[in-house]
């Protein structure tokens, strides 16, 4: 097997060349029409309206986000640890299951996954209504595949000699097979799992802006009216809902917690976990069969689909992915090398939360304010997006490591760019890379959001039939959309295997 | 070595969040509107209409507001919207897509609506009085209302169809949807977009109380008459509130009288002076352009 022949420091620097093609797009596509628009968003970030009517909204509209955005979690990582024990090649090797049960359930999961969570939404909303259940719904499908695979390949890790000894000694007992995935697991739910909440949190904001709830929608429908004062009071307010629930679960310390106390906790969680899917499964279909049947009656294919046309908005998706993946992950060392130095490394961690904190949908509608929708200016905004998010996990990783090679380099009288990438990037480059390969696959998925608002390929021809009601192109668009995450995600995992 | 208490506790209240959906009673009339104006307009006319609905009719009415318009066709037909105020278009998806729905009534202005196009004073572009002129917008940032509003997008497109002009003819080849009539104007008066098309109610309505918002917009065309907006009720309501509800429900629409103070409030808000009956067959045309331009299939 070829390994990649360029070291991973400048793989890292190279998709820095999408900019080429992005800045000519986005300049030929420059206005300065909707400048006065943009400048008065810019200045209502500093005096956002608050008054006792919009706090009032603010706290009721929060409520919800952390009704929908809690439940999911909780709900997507407790059937995300079954799964991920069913989905594991160890869980095969002492249980006498069936191994097309494990085949037929990773299948399942790649479909699932495959798809993103507005797409479920915007689905789930057109086909039964509008309740925050389906908010629930919608996240904890694609979330509970994602997790599975976080915690199956955890899993897989377990030593076999482990196994082996538990058999010698005594058999298994459902106690072993507890104490054999306690680690695995809960080493994964705190390193992983209370991020997934933050990504839950982020998705409710999204689908909020699909109208099912939440503080999505308030930020939406101040944007639609051009209300930004008050736009700016939900986007604070969502900020400081998420920075809230990061600190307190840096506070939970589950390494400490008693075992016996967990223990109990989880299946108390298992317990109310399965009783609300029931309960989620009840609803949708007891209130909703007859549409439901009838949506099946209409799966008769008879589109009004251009193949052509249809080619190119595939297509468009596909160099959407690939640009935005270039950004996402050249821009981070980029720009901290160009300002590295303290001032800088604040202003690059400044503007990195604010892109994680406005939803992509709503970075998309300011641009829109003074350039002209194309594929460029979807692809600056999920790459500037991502590349918020890539970039913390870099500065953390960059900052917490042994600088010893930097500060001897520095002292040697080596220039402070060179010696930081030398002396601090380089080791970080191999495990920076592979965490942007995981990112690409999130990017693919994302880019339905994009094309809904930018007008961009198939998640703008998804919108159209969505709104059209034709139940026969959304099958063929899934099924693209489908397609490449797939795709995607086995050129990912082969990017991934070969840097670690 | 489970904890039944705590396992009690933490179950209850889990289920009595969950389960709040299922104790919605079934005697309340849920009025919905497509939102295509400012979320607060929509929210004072509405909630004004509710109350007064609620002292004539004896029952509880209650104001549930939607995000888009897709959503109210979606909410009327899975039963979470009893009463819903439709354009031309989505009052069509909504009949098709729920068998037995009842049309209930119109405004008087709604027999003959019309659109307005507008553009940017930056563009010195006179106002056109022959649709042929509209090929001045090609090659110009052009934006609709919401992807299913029948003034701000369907019978606008028409018309521009009509003049020869595909959206592909645009800047960019492709034409914005700024979501509501409101928003429409905010674009094109700020710049970010140089043309639109929207109701001509909203228009003329911020054209006389909000001069700041229409000051760097002009008039550019109004298009021919065609039929709009209209309620449409479930045909259930008799079963469920009492029998003759819907026809009750009807005439109360219908008997709002602008000459009553508690009436009037309401009629200004719908830009009108009184609801009319009205008939399906009267959105024939409005469903034969929706099939062409395949916003209904």
């Not at chain 1, 600056?380 to 890539?390: F, K």
């Not at chain 1, 996990?393 to 760019?417: C, F, H, P, W």
């Not at chain 2, 904890?3 to 959906?21: E, M, R, T």
Request: with cysteine; aromatic share 14%; net charge positive.
């Amino acid at each position: 097997m070829n390994k990649l022949k360029l070291n991973p420091s400048s793989i890292t620097f190279l998709p820095i060349l999408v900019c080429i093609p992005l800045a000519y797009e986005l300049l030929i596509n420059f206005h300065i029409g909707g400048i006065e628009l943009f400048k008065e968003f810019i200045i209502s970030a500093l005096i956002p309206k608050i008054n006792n009517e919009i706090i009032i909204t603010l706290i009721k509209r929060l409520n919800e986000t952390i009704f929908i955005a809690f439940s999911s979690w909780l709900v997507s990582i407790i059937f995300g640890i079954i799964f991920g024990i069913l989905s594991s090649d160890i869980s095969y090797k002492f249980l006498s299951l069936p191994i097309f049960l494990k085949r037929f359930i990773k299948l399942l999961l790649i479909i699932t996954r495959s798809i993103h969570e507005i797409i479920w939404g915007l689905i789930l909303m057109q086909i039964y209504g509008i309740n925050f259940s389906i908010g629930i719904v919608a996240i904890c499908i694609p979330y509970i595949a994602i997790n599975a695979k976080v915690f199956s390949e955890q899993i897989e890790n377990i030593n076999l000699k482990t196994i082996q000894s538990i058999k010698q000694i005594n058999g298994f007992k459902f106690s072993s097979l507890i104490t054999l995935f306690w680690s695995p697991v809960i080493k994964t739910l705190k390193n992983f799992g209370l991020y997934r909440l933050e990504c839950a949190i982020r998705s409710t904001a999204v689908l909020g802006l699909f109208g099912i709830g939440g503080i999505g929608t308030s930020i939406f429908l101040s944007f639609q009216t051009l209300n930004f004062r008050e736009l700016w009071t939900y986007l604070w307010g969502l900020a400081f809902l998420i920075i809230i629930s990061k600190a307190i679960f840096k506070k939970i310390n589950l390494f400490n917690t008693p075992k016996k106390f967990l223990f109990n906790f989880v299946i108390v969680l298992f317990c109310i976990s399965l009783f609300s899917l029931c309960f989620f499964v009840y609803f949708i279909f007891n209130k909703n069969i007859i549409p439901f049947n009838s949506i099946n009656n209409l799966l008769i294919l008879n589109s009004n689909f251009n193949s052509y046309d249809f080619l190119k908005l595939f297509l468009e998706t596909i160099l959407l992915s690939l640009f935005s993946s270039g950004v996402a992950v050249s821009f981070p060392p980029f720009f901290i090398l160009i300002f590295n130095n303290k001032i800088g490394i604040l202003i690059i961690r400044s503007i990195s939360f604010l892109f994680r904190l406005i939803p992509p949908p709503i970075i998309i509608l300011v641009l829109l304010m003074f350039n002209d929708p194309s594929i460029s200016l979807a692809a600056l905004t999920l790459g500037l997006h991502n590349a918020a998010i890539t970039s913390k996990l870099l500065l953390v990783n960059l900052y917490t490591q042994d600088k010893n090679e930097y500060i001897a380099m520095q002292s040697l009288g080596v220039a402070k760019r060179t010696s930081w990438l030398f002396g601090l990037f380089v080791k970080q480059a191999r495990s920076y890379l592979a965490y942007c390969a995981y990112r690409s696959d999130i990017i693919i998925r994302e880019t339905a959001i994009l094309g809904v608002i930018g007008s961009i390929g198939l998640g703008w021809q998804l919108q159209e039939s969505l709104s059209s009601f034709a139940w026969d192109e959304v099958i063929i668009i899934l099924f693209a959309y489908s397609s490449i995450a797939i795709i995607g995600e086995l050129i990912n995992g082969k990017i991934k295997s070969n840097l670690t | 070595m489970l904890n039944i208490k705590k396992l009690f506790i933490a179950s209850s209240l889990f289920f009595s969040v969950l389960f709040s959906p299922l104790y919605a009673s079934t005697k309340v009339l849920r009025i919905g509107a497509i939102p295509d104006q400012n979320q607060d307009v929509l929210d004072k006319r509405f909630n004004l209409l509710s109350k007064e609905l609620s002292n004539i009719l004896d029952i509880e009415v209650r104001y549930i507001p939607v995000i888009n318009y897709v959503a109210a066709v979606t909410g009327f037909r899975t039963n979470d919207l009893d009463l819903v105020w439709f354009g031309g278009l989505t009052g069509v998806q909504a009949r098709l897509q729920t068998p037995n729905s009842i049309v209930i009534a119109q405004r008087d202005i709604d027999k003959e609506f019309k659109s307005v196009f507008i553009v940017n004073k930056k563009l010195k572009l006179d106002p056109i009085s022959n649709k042929k002129e509209l090929n001045k917008l090609k090659n110009l940032r052009f934006t609709f209302g919401s992807e299913n509003s029948t003034s701000g997008r369907l019978m606008p497109e028409y018309f521009l169809n009509d003049a020869g002009i595909k959206i592909k003819d645009f800047k960019g080849g492709r034409a914005g949807f700024s979501g509501s009539h409101d928003a429409t104007i905010a674009l094109v008066n700020s710049g970010a977009y140089d043309a639109g098309a929207l109701n001509k109610q909203v228009w003329e309505n911020n054209l006389k109380n909000n001069p700041k918002r229409t000051k760097n917009v002009r008039f550019f065309w109004m298009t021919p008459a065609y039929v709009d907006y209209h309620w449409v009720a479930q045909g259930n309501l008799d079963k469920r509130f009492r029998k003759g509800f819907t026809e009750e429900l009807k005439a109360t629409i219908i008997n709002l009288d602008i000459k009553k103070p508690e009436h009037t409030k309401i009629l200004d808000m719908f830009n009108a002076k009184e609801f009319i009956e009205t008939k399906s067959e009267y959105y024939k045309n409005i469903e034969l352009v929706g099939r062409k331009l395949k916003k209904i299939r």
